[in-house]
């Protein structure tokens, strides 16, 4: 990667030929070609690598030809694909980054998670001009943030996951929302997991990336496959744990986690959907937590000051 070396990143998303990085420590999100493999280009002008609460950028998501990427000091930027230039800033009125991004088709929604928040909270952000807040959703019982949403088609719901409940670790959740009201209609409850990453498959499946702080906090390192109309799970997999970002591939059937501290280290690890079994691990690297996926391509951010690339890359596999 061009500019300063990869140190440090947050979430990617892969659409239309473009894979998009949050590059903190170049303060821009990095776009790569995903039919060439080759960089295509930088859009600058975010905050760049600072303490957590302002850092940015940091979640991403792709609607159309447009870019919607959150930003420390509770900003969202949304980024013309073909001219490359940021056309809005969009404040959601906290106090601390926009973290992790999701896309409500239905209501023409960009829904952020204002995850550093006292307490954290939900934005819904018009995807049409003027672009303006139109709701908010605080949850004070997400006392350690929020984390992955996602837009589920299947029970048109958004589901967000909430790392611990209460103060609880041992009890987290997946939040179940309608973004046309701004209403939290009920919470599943998800043990020893405190989730990170969320993907919405097919068949109602809904795949819980248990996190890296579920690892530090003593927790077996798993993941979960959740029947996302009731919560009840349908599969764990111990073989792969330690997760933050998850994605679901519709080309190739697989989910991918980007299991940064998977026990032994950081891995991607594949699952499928249909036969609901784990499929293998592939060594990813240093700090590789984020993980997006084109066409059976997978694309995993790793940190400068890796053996493999020292100044920080992108690896891509099949």
Same mark, same amino acid.
């Given at each position: 990667?061009? %500019?300063?070396?990869?140190?440090?990143?947050?979430?990617?998303y892969?659409?239309?030929?473009l894979? &998009?990085?949050?590059?903190?420590?170049?303060?821009?999100?990095? /776009?790569? +070609?995903?039919?060439?493999h080759?960089f295509?280009?930088r859009?600058a002008g975010?905050?760049?690598?600072?303490?957590?609460?302002?850092?940015?950028p !940091?979640g991403?998501v792709?609607?159309?030809n447009r870019?919607?990427a959150?930003d420390?000091l509770?900003d969202v930027?949304l980024? *013309?694909?073909?001219s490359r230039?940021? /056309?809005a800033?969009?404040?959601?009125?906290g106090?601390?980054r926009v #973290?992790e991004? $999701?896309?409500?088709?239905?209501d023409?929604?960009?829904v =952020?998670? !204002?995850?550093?928040?006292?307490?954290?909270f939900?934005?819904f952000?018009?995807?049409?001009?003027?672009?303006a807040v139109?709701?908010?959703?605080?949850?004070?019982?997400?006392t !350690?943030?929020?984390?992955?949403?996602?837009?589920? =088609?299947?029970t048109?719901?958004?589901? /967000?996951a909430v790392?611990?409940l209460?103060?609880?670790k041992?009890d987290?959740?997946?939040?179940?929302? *309608?973004?046309?009201? &701004?209403?939290?209609?009920?919470m599943?409850?998800v043990?020893?997991?405190?989730? $990170?990453?969320?993907? &919405?498959?097919?068949?109602?499946?809904?795949?819980?990336?248990c996190s890296? *702080?579920?690892?530090?906090?003593?927790? =077996?390192?798993?993941s979960?496959?959740l +029947?996302a109309r009731?919560g009840?799970?349908?599969a764990?997999?111990?073989q792969?744990?330690?997760?933050d970002?998850?994605?679901? #591939?519709?080309?190739s %059937?697989?989910?991918? /986690?980007?299991?940064?501290a !998977?026990p032994?280290?950081?891995v991607?690890?594949?699952?499928d959907?249909?036969?609901?079994?784990?499929? %293998?691990n592939?060594?990813?690297g240093? %700090?590789a937590?984020?993980?997006a996926a084109?066409?059976r391509?997978y694309?995993?951010?790793?940190?400068?000051?890796?053996? +493999?690339?020292?100044?920080?890359?992108?690896?891509?596999?099949?």
């Open positions: 990667m061009p %500019g300063a070396p990869l140190e440090s990143f947050d979430i990617g892969a659409s239309h030929g894979y &998009a990085l949050a590059d903190r420590s170049n303060a821009a999100v990095d /776009l790569i +070609d995903t039919r060439t080759r295509a280009g859009v975010f905050t760049g690598a600072q303490q957590s609460g302002a850092a940015g !940091n991403i792709v609607v159309g870019l919607w959150g420390g509770s930027k980024i *013309d694909l073909s230039r940021t /056309l800033t969009i404040s959601t009125g106090k601390h #973290d991004l $999701a896309y409500d088709a239905r023409q929604l960009v =952020a998670a !204002n995850n550093a928040d006292d307490p954290p939900v934005s952000i018009a995807a049409t001009p003027p672009y139109m709701r908010k959703l605080p949850l004070p019982q997400a !350690n943030g929020i984390e992955q949403p996602v837009w589920d =088609a299947q048109q719901t958004l589901l /967000l790392p611990v209460d103060g609880h041992d987290g959740g997946i939040a179940v929302i *309608d973004p046309a009201t &701004a209403t939290l209609t009920r599943m409850h043990s020893q997991c405190m989730p $990170a990453g969320l993907a &919405a498959g097919p068949d109602h499946q809904l795949l819980v990336g890296d *702080d579920a690892v530090d906090a003593g927790f =077996a390192a798993k979960l496959l +029947d009731t009840h799970v349908t764990t997999f111990a792969v744990g330690g997760s970002e998850v994605w679901y #591939d519709a080309a %059937g697989r989910y991918a /986690l980007a299991a940064v !998977n032994g280290g950081p991607l690890g594949l699952i959907a249909k036969g609901k079994r784990w499929l %293998g592939i060594h990813t240093k %700090g937590h984020s993980v084109e066409d391509q694309f995993a951010p790793v940190a400068a000051g890796d053996a +493999d690339c020292p100044r920080g890359c992108v690896k891509i596999m099949r």
